[in-house]
């Protein structure tokens, strides 16, 4: 683990978020852009208070202020984002019973730097409850996020209903189980699947692309 991961899980740990504010102004923001962040400091700081926690050598209710103190730390750093209704459109979600949802709002942040119209549901939707906002919504994409081993039965069913009913929807998938596993069900033309934030990046400024040479 380098210094600034280091660093960083130990100000997370802590609940500072002033002190924390001011590390990442001084120490971070002139080192990264914000992908290099989530991608190099964020995920492995992450993944470290998960195996501190697995070793009991931190509690739960310490995981959780490093968790409350992430996510205070990110919305004030999250870009604003103009929606423009003329954008592709993708929306966001974690299926019902995966809580995991930091990695999702990171990925978010991609969408929104390159330009889309998205919507974000966070975690545990109910899988008829997304079948419907598709229905109504009309996205070109769906995003999900899946970081526990359990909830893989509930993605296949998830990914089945979406398939149903919606044929050609584009179906994008990353999370912790991703990047650490292959999964067969997964490998349909419908279906791409990311290992990090710099993948998913390149596929949605190729995907810009695409769409501006379709209308030259
Ligand atoms: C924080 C955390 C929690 C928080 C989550 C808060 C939140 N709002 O997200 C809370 C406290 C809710 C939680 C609960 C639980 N957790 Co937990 N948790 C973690 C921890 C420590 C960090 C997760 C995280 O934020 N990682 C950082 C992010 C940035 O990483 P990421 O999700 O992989 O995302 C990156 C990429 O994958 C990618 N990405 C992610 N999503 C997407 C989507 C798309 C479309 C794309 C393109 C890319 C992409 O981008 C991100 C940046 O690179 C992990 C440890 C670990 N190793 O992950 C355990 C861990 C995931 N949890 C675990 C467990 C067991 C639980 C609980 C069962 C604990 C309990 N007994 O209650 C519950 C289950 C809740 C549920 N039903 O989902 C286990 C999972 C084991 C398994 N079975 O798979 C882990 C691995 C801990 C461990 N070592 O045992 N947890």
């Not at 149903?164 to 791409?192: A, V, W």
Request: charged letters at 20%; proline letters at 3%.
């Amino acid at each position: 683990m380098n210094q600034l991961v280091q660093t960083f899980t130990k100000s997370i740990l802590t609940g500072d978020v002033h002190a924390l504010l001011d590390f990442h102004s001084s120490s971070i923001q002139s080192k990264m852009d914000e992908i290099n962040f989530y991608e190099k400091v964020v995920k492995p700081s992450m993944y470290r208070i998960g195996e501190l926690w697995e070793k009991n050598q931190i509690t739960v209710a310490d995981e959780h202020l490093a968790t409350a103190t992430l996510k205070y730390l990110l919305a004030s750093l999250y870009t604003p984002h103009v929606i423009n209704e003329t954008s592709p459109k993708a929306l966001l979600f974690c299926i019902e019973g995966e809580e995991h949802s930091l990695g999702l709002e990171m990925a978010h942040e991609v969408f929104k730097t390159n330009d889309w119209n998205t919507r974000f549901l966070g975690s545990n939707v109910p899988i008829k409850d997304i079948v419907t906002f598709i229905q109504s919504w009309e996205p070109h994409t769906v995003a999900i996020s899946i970081g526990m081993t359990t909830e893989l039965p509930r993605l296949k069913e998830c990914i089945q209903e979406i398939e149903k009913n919606h044929p050609k929807m584009n179906i994008l998938i990353g999370g912790r189980l991703i990047s650490h596993y292959t999964l067969s069900f997964l490998e349909t033309d419908q279906i791409t699947c990311f290992d990090d934030l710099f993948e998913l990046n390149k596929y949605l400024a190729d995907f810009s692309q695409q769409m501006i040479s379709l209308k030259v």
